[in-house]
C-alpha cells in the first residue's frame, strides 16, 4: 500500500481486538483503539478452555501463538486429564489435551494479560460507531465481542443461541483436570462443565440451546440439579462465591469475513465453535490474519477459510450430538472411556473434521 496512509481503527478490547492491535505494532502500523466499557477485561468472571481437540492439526495452541505469531500467554493450568460424565457413565480421557484459562475482570486473565504487550493507548468509554469510524480511517476491525454489528450489516447468519448460567466456587479441586456433563435432565441439548482456577477454586457452568422446546424450561431448576450432581460427583460441598447468566446469546458465523475495508474478527466473524462452546484460539487468530492482511502478508479471507470449515465441522457435531436422548449419550461416554475413545482425543489426525465428515449425512443444518 506504498504512498497510501493506513489508518485502522478497532472496535473493541477483547481477543481479536487485542491480538490485532499488537501484530499492526509489530508491523509497524499503529492502530487507534476503541472499547466502550471502562477497562480491559471488564466483565464477568468465568473459565474458558483451549481444546486441542479443535485446533487438529495444531496440537499446543499457547506454544503455536507465541512461537509463530509473538502472542504470550499464561494460562492457569494445562489440561492433563479430562472426566466426561453423562447419566450413568463416566470416561476419564489423559493427555495433552489443552489448557484451562480464566476470563473477565481477573488479573490473570487472557485479555488482561493481553493488554500488558500493547503499546497502544485504549480508549475506554468510546462511545464512536462503527459508521463514524469508516468515515475517520482507512480500514475498521469489528472486534466488538458480539454479533451485533455483523447481524446490523446483514453479515451473520446465526445458527442457535444458547442461555448460560455459571458460578465461581470454593472447594478442593485438582487444577489441571477438567469436567463435563452430557446429561439432559439439566442440560437439555446441551452439556455442563467445570474449570478448575486453581486449588481451591473453580467455575463450574451449563449452557442449552434456546429451542422452543426448551423455552418452558426453569434455569434455577436445572442449575439447583446440575450443582447437586456436581457436589455429588465432586464428593464435596461447592461454596459459590459469584454468578452469572447469560440469555440469547448468538452462535453463528459471519458471511464473508470482509466487506470492502471493514474486517469481522472474534465474534464478529463467528469464532465460537458450536460443538463445545469455547472460541478463543479462533478469535485470537482472527485477529492476527485481519493485522496480517493490512501488512500485505495474506489475504484475510483465504487465510480464515480453514476457520469457517472447522465452525462447520464443529457444528455438524452438535447436531448429531442433540439428536441423542440419555441412553444415547451413556453410550457415547461408555465408548469414550474405551481405547479408541481415548486415542480420538489424543490423535494428532484431525477428530473434528473426521468425525464431521461421517457424520454430514445424518444432519440437517439449515
Known sequence: ??????????????????????????????????????????????????????SRPITDCIAYLSENHGIYLHPVAHMQKLIIQSKHEKAIMEGQLGFINIRGREQDSFERQLSTQLKTEVLFNSQATYEQLLQEYSHVILATGDSAYAKKLHNFREDLTVTIKGATVEGRFDRYTAMTWLDHDFA????????????????????????????????????????????????????????????????????????GNTFFTGNCFGSIMPFLGFGQFTALLTGIYAAHDLCGLGNYEDLTKSLRQSYTNSLILRKAVERQDNHDLDRIVKFLSGPLGNKLLTTKQNPLKIASYLLRPLVSLY
Open 1 to 54: 500500500m506504498s504512498g497510501y496512509e493506513v489508518k485502522v481503527a478497532i472496535m473493541g478490547a477483547g481477543l481479536s481486538g487485542l491480538a490485532c492491535a499488537i501484530t499492526l505494532e509489530n508491523h509497524g502500523i499503529i492502530p487507534t483503539i476503541y472499547e466502550k466499557r471502562d477497562q480491559i477485561g471488564d466483565r464477568f468472571v468465568n473459565g474458558e478452555a483451549l481444546l486441542s481437540i479443535l
Open 188 to 259: 437439555p441439548k446441551g452439556y455442563g462443565y467445570l474449570l478448575p482456577y486453581s486449588e481451591k477454586e473453580a467455575n463450574i457452568s451449563i449452557t442449552y440451546p434456546d429451542y422452543p422446546e426448551n423455552q418452558v424450561l426453569q434455569m434455577d431448576e436445572l442449575w439447583n440439579t446440575f450443582y447437586s450432581r456436581a457436589c455429588m460427583d465432586l464428593n464435596q460441598h461447592l461454596h459459590i462465591t459469584d454468578q452469572f447468566q447469560i440469555t440469547n446469546y448468538g452462535i453463528g458465523i459471519c458471511q464473508t469475513p470482509r466487506i
